[in-house]
């Protein structure tokens, strides 16, 4: 049987990407994948964030065949091993206090969903209250806690059951430019009228990539935190996609100078695709008893051995995150040529650091150009209610050729894509 037509036979129809990149992945090096034909992708999608250090990172890849070649331990629940107090050693020197920040680290389970849930659970508990305050547009994951403060119909549908215990507010932009949405949050919470529970927590990523890439400014940020002070609610960044150096700096709250009180980590937080998510949690909030919060696949030895090492390497100095910078705004100028090349197309450019997104006033344009673009070898997703924006996450460790040939496929893909859907003049690439 060939290889796709197992997939197709006996996985489950929930299957996703697979759909969008339709070829059988085997081999994968820095910011290229390769299928079973040998054909190259230039990866500017780097699994949803999951590696930001590219796919199989040589130090990463030595360090984790040096661990499992020693025969030390794979699997250990939560009980002590060297390799994960190292990581904990590591990752308070080199990122939490480096920063100011003295949170707790909790391996909640493997997922990015494991963290939010216990985030949830965290802030329920700290303030004996059950409304949480979520945002539209926000992904949060798709367990029954994380899918209840997130925005999307169609993944909620999927629940079977009322998704309750929060509210959910605008984020910012939503109401458009000047309508500063914390300010309507403040009025609601401070009038007893309005129907809104007190709530425990509010939730929000800085920037919701999921949700089409809306970018929180940094003063919103810093009045929404004001806010959850006023309140006595606890502020939960969820950093999930944004985090891990995505937006040029570890934590994507950092431009902001936020302090929240439970943030969420995983996705490259491995660095190296393996699972592993923290839940970090201020010592105060720090309440749960032995056991509470249980798991199988709490704290992953190898992950813990490669988190260690890709902390080391990246973010022992700030080099690293100049680099990442840079090569953001090469990426935003490039797609700023691009909006202004095709005023036919309306295209609005916005991100921070190398999560940098383009979004077309056709709705179908985004998704034609990312189905094009993997027919001409990039890999990159759309994002958004209507998947109407497409957003550019390649590793942050691309080189500036790659990002460039990835721009240029970009470039000819929205020409065809633009020819197809009837969008303005036909012109030829280059032009
Ligand atoms: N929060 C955010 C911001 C995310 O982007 C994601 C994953 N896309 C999640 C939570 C859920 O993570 P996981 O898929 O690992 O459960």
């Not at 590696?51 to 629940?77: M, R, V």
């Not at 107090?85 to 920063?99: G, M, N, Q």
Request: aromatic share 8%; net charge negative.
């Amino acid at each position: 049987m060939q290889l796709m037509e197992a997939i197709e036979r006996y996985e489950s129809e929930v299957r996703s990407y697979v759909r969008s990149f339709p070829t059988v992945f085997e081999k994968a090096k820095g910011s290229y994948l390769y299928d079973i034909n040998g054909t190259a992708y230039l990866d500017f999608f780097a699994g949803a964030s999951v590696l930001n250090y590219g796919h199989n990172h040589p130090e990463l890849k030595k360090a984790l065949i040096d661990y499992l070649a020693g025969d030390n331990i794979t699997h250990s629940l939560d009980m002590a091993s060297r390799a994960r107090a190292e990581f904990l050693i590591t990752f308070h020197e080199k990122i939490l206090e480096p920063r100011g920040l003295n949170h707790r680290v909790q391996f909640p389970g493997p997922t990015g969903s494991n963290a939010v849930e216990s985030a949830l659970k965290i802030a329920r508990k700290s303030k004996g209250r059950e409304n949480i305050i979520a945002f539209t547009n926000a992904f949060h994951g798709m367990t029954l806690g994380s899918l209840s403060v997130t925005g999307n119909a169609f993944k909620r549908a999927g629940a079977g059951l009322p998704l309750t215990h929060s509210d959910r507010m605008p984020f910012d932009g939503y109401l458009g430019e000047g309508f500063d949405t914390i300010d309507y949050l403040d009025r609601v919470l401070d009038d007893s009228g309005s129907g809104v529970d007190q709530p425990a927590a509010v939730i929000t990523e800085t920037i919701q990539a999921e949700g089409g890439v809306n970018i929180a400014s940094t003063e919103w940020l810093r009045h929404l935190q004001q806010l959850c002070r006023k309140h006595d609610m606890l502020l939960i960044v969820d950093d999930i996609q944004a985090g891990c150096g995505r937006t040029g700096t570890f934590f994507s709250f950092e431009e902001a100078g936020l302090d929240p009180d439970l943030i969420t980590i995983s996705k490259s937080l491995s660095g190296y695709g393996l699972p592993l998510a923290v839940t970090l949690v201020k010592p105060q909030y720090d309440i749960w008893e032995p056991g509470e919060h249980n798991g199988t696949f709490r704290g992953h030895n190898p992950a813990f051995v490669t988190a260690k090492r890709a902390i080391e390497l990246f973010w022992s100095d700030q080099a690293f995150s100049h680099e990442v910078t840079a090569k953001g705004r090469h990426v935003r100028e490039a797609l700023e040529k691009l909006a202004r090349k095709y005023p036919e197309a309306s295209a609005k450019v916005r991100g921070r650091g190398m999560l940098q997104a383009i979004e077309f006033a056709h709705k179908e344009l985004a998704g034609t150009v990312a189905k094009k673009a993997f027919k001409h070898g990039l890999i990159i997703e759309t994002a958004g209610p209507a998947d109407a924006v497409l957003k550019l996450m390649p590793p942050l460790t691309i080189e500036q050729a790659d990002v460039d040939k990835g721009l240029q496929i970009i470039d000819r893909c929205i020409i065809e894509a633009m020819h197809d859907l009837g969008i303005g003049a036909p012109r030829a690439a280059g032009q």
